[in-house]
């Protein structure tokens, strides 16, 4: 069994900057990717970013693109969510999750996920 820990969600002012953390543990394969996604009350979870094993290549969501940064902490089983310039927009469930694939972006191509934390940007 793969457990992942999200933290670093919370309340911010629109301008500001949280830092999200996800820490995998258990039985995870060999190798892996890991990413972000999120979720707004009454819409679809959407792809935020992803990053592959090495830790050197990454892909963002256009909506995040220059703001987000997300990187790979050694051990290999924590990623991190920098996030700069948060909007109203912005403000979701986060959630993160590990796949057996290259650098992937849907949701269906991730074996794992975690319970979510929540960032809430207020205007």
């Known amino acids: 069994q793969v457990q992942l820990v999200e933290s670093g969600g919370g309340l911010v002012q629109a301008g500001g900057s949280l830092r999200l953390s996800c820490v995998a543990s258990?039985?995870?394969?060999?190798?892996?990717?890991m990413g972000w996604f999120r979720q707004a009350p009454g819409q679809e979870r959407e792809f935020v970013a992803a990053?592959?094993?090495?830790?050197?290549?990454?892909y963002y969501s256009d909506a995040v693109k220059g703001r987000f940064t997300c990187s790979r902490a050694t051990p290999k089983n924590t990623i991190y969510l920098q996030m700069n310039s948060l909007n109203s927009d912005d403000t979701a469930t986060y959630y993160c999750?590990?796949?057996?694939?290259?650098?992937?972006?849907?949701?269906?191509?991730?074996?794992?996920w975690g319970q979510g934390t929540q960032v809430t940007v207020s205007s």
């Open positions: 258990g039985r995870t394969f060999s190798r892996y990717a």
């Open positions: 990053i592959d094993w090495g830790g050197q290549n990454t």
């Open positions: 999750a590990l796949s057996r694939g290259l650098i992937p972006t849907a949701s269906w191509e991730y074996d794992y």
